[in-house]
């Protein structure tokens, strides 16, 4: 077992501004909703928040397009109301991260401004600029956002990089100049008192810079291979560098975003104690086990939990015990609703929620709650394409639509697989607009908000929310804390079809067995006498027999053996 640092044991809470809580009801949350809601943060037992972009931006992408990184976007607030959520957060003993954008910025930053009124700007240098090959861009390299990486110019009739929306110009991070710059910048906010940064896109700060055509697959134009930009040699340098001469200096916590494509070899020259620089990485692999993002022309009962898949995306990260450190999350402001994903909202709305906190939270890491996880909001219901208030969503849904999908088709999937599904106003309570706004929102509230909120589930000791509340209460505050914390992770029958179970274990073994599924499941563990039950996602008592365990649909036990 390592050391033990302050961020091994928080409880995390993510907050996505824009959608959080309105205080002056123009429709967008704003950093004095959040102030507002901090006693309920702290109710609920969370002690650290992650709370998005609240930058200046002229919000091409929520946010992570920012134009200045010492100023606050005017509609969530000033800089004296940042200032005063630290301290008031602190006062409760809540820490505070940020979202650091280091990727890019957006083109209407002063930085790119400059740079692209000449060839010879002193600003040039702070982006990526290349010269076209044979009529088009410098290289056939594809967008995460759909296109090209590359964008023509024509004040230079040059192309600037931009990985992912054309706003958001990628940084040269090869600029040692550039690089002092934000080092600069990080150091004022943590001398502002925030307690460290989730550190957005990271992966793909290097670039391959011979700038070569990559491998295109069969009926693509652009080339997919990630490679080009994902996880090079060259990033490593550079955080080593941010974390000499800033992150050491302070006793903050940094955690990396690097997507999907990383492998835990990967992850562990980000974060391992011997020579990362950083303190653990967000990885996505997770997020999609259940086929719905590969599922266009699927109907929603053809979408199932691939659980001995799931099973070993988790199983993956837990065996950098020791190495590193792992952050545990079912979601974020990218991905769809887990209760919509892997539970069951209709039929078994309670238990499917509870199950899936439960089996999260006895995990080997720093969990981390998405705002509205913890009273099960679930995906959207929209019934139109422009209810999906996102950039992206509409160039796929011109594209799907090409492709001959019709508009329900696009619908169904956006409605199973959008980023929109996490970005929907938190619900408050059962009033217009969920309590989030006396106005309209910028995006409309899931309908269901008039049963599903914070107001119905608060004063119900058996509901969802105090569920989490039960579950946060036991990681912080019970005999059980060492092992959950810093105990060893060990997965109990990988190719079971139905169940997910895993052993903890340090100065007590614990066991935690999830039911996935709809159905009554028998579950046997030979090597383990049981000794008491300590928590179940059920009302009632659970039936145990011996070793031998009947769980009922989306039922899940925490157990002490020995």
């Given amino acids: 077992m390592k050391e033990s640092k302050w961020f091994k044991e928080a409880i995390g809470y993510q907050i996505y501004p824009r959608s959080f809580k309105d205080s002056n009801n123009d429709g967008i949350g704003d950093i004095r909703g959040i102030i507002s809601k901090l006693d309920y943060l702290s109710y609920l037992g969370v002690n650290l928040i992650w709370i998005g972009p609240i930058y200046k ?4 992408d929520n946010g992570y397009d920012v134009s200045d990184f010492y100023q606050i976007a005017e509609e969530y607030g000033t800089l004296n109301d940042v200032e ?8 409760r003993d809540i820490k505070i991260i940020f979202d650091l954008i280091l990727n890019h910025t957006s083109d209407e930053h002063p930085w790119f401004i400059e740079s692209r009124k000449s060839k010879d700007n002193p600003y040039r240098d702070y982006y990526i600029w290349q010269e076209g090959k044979n009529g088009g861009p410098p290289t056939n390299w594809a967008s995460f ?9 024509p004040q230079t009739n040059m192309y600037y990089m931009k990985i992912f929306s054309n706003k958001m110009p990628d940084l040269n991070w090869e600029n040692k100049k550039f690089r002092d710059e934000m080092k600069k910048m990080i150091k004022w906010w943590l001398d502002k008192g925030i307690d460290g940064f989730r550190m957005d896109a990271i992966a793909h700060l290097a670039k391959d810079t011979s700038f070569s055509d990559g491998k295109v697959d069969k009926g693509y134009i652009y080339s997919g291979e990630w490679s080009k930009f994902s996880n090079r040699d060259e990033l490593f340098i550079y955080l080593k560098e941010l974390k000499d001469d800033v992150f050491s200096k302070y006793d903050c916590v940094t955690i990396g975003e690097v997507g999907g494509g990383a492998s835990t070899k990967d992850a562990l020259r980000y974060s391992s104690y011997k020579n990362g620089s950083i303190d653990m990485v967000f990885t996505f692999d997770h997020c999609w086990e259940n086929g719905a993002f590969m599922s266009e022309h699927k109907k929603d009962e053809e979408i199932k939990t691939n659980v001995i898949s799931l099973k070993k995306q988790f199983a993956k990260w837990q065996k950098l015990y020791n190495k590193s450190w792992n952050p545990l999350y079912w979601l974020n402001h990218d991905h769809p609703r887990v209760i919509s994903q892997y539970g069951d909202p209709i039929n078994y709305f309670n238990e499917s929620a509870k199950m899936l906190a439960q089996t999260l939270h006895f995990m080997w890491g720093t969990p981390f709650i998405y705002q509205g996880e913890e009273i099960g ?5 929209f019934n139109r394409i422009d209810q999906f208030k996102d950039t992206y969503i509409f160039d796929y849904a011109k594209d799907a639509k090409k492709r001959g999908l019709s508009e329900d088709q696009i619908i169904n999937y956006l409605r199973r697989t959008s980023r929109v599904n996490a970005r929907t106003p938190m619900q408050w309570d059962g009033s217009i607009y969920a309590g989030f706004s006396n106005t309209k929102p910028w995006i409309d509230v899931i309908g269901n908000y008039s049963y599903i909120n914070v107001k119905n589930q608060i004063y119900d000791q058996n509901s969802i929310l105090n569920h989490y509340r039960k579950l946060i ?6 005999e059980y804390k060492k092992t959950i914390i810093y105990g060893k992770f060990k997965l109990i029958n990988m ?4 169940i997910f179970a895993y052993l903890r274990e340090l100065d007590k073994k614990i066991i935690v067995l999830s039911n996935f599924t709809n159905e009554k499941t028998q579950f046997t563990i030979r090597n383990y006498q049981f000794r008491k039950l300590i928590i ?24 002490e053996v020995e």
């Fill in 536 to 559: 179940s996602s059920y009302l009632d008592s659970p039936v145990i027999n011996r070793k031998s365990y009947t769980l009922r649909p989306f039922e899940s036990l925490v157990i």
């Fill in 145 to 153: 956002f759909g296109g090209s990486c590359w964008n023509f110019d």
């Fill in 57 to 60: 931006s002229p919000m091409d």
């Fill in 377 to 381: 909001m679930t995906n959207v219901d």
């Fill in 473 to 478: 209460e036991f990681r912080k505050d019970s």
């Fill in 84 to 91: 005063e959520l630290i301290t008031e957060a602190h006062k």
């Fill in 495 to 498: 190719k079971h079809p139905q």
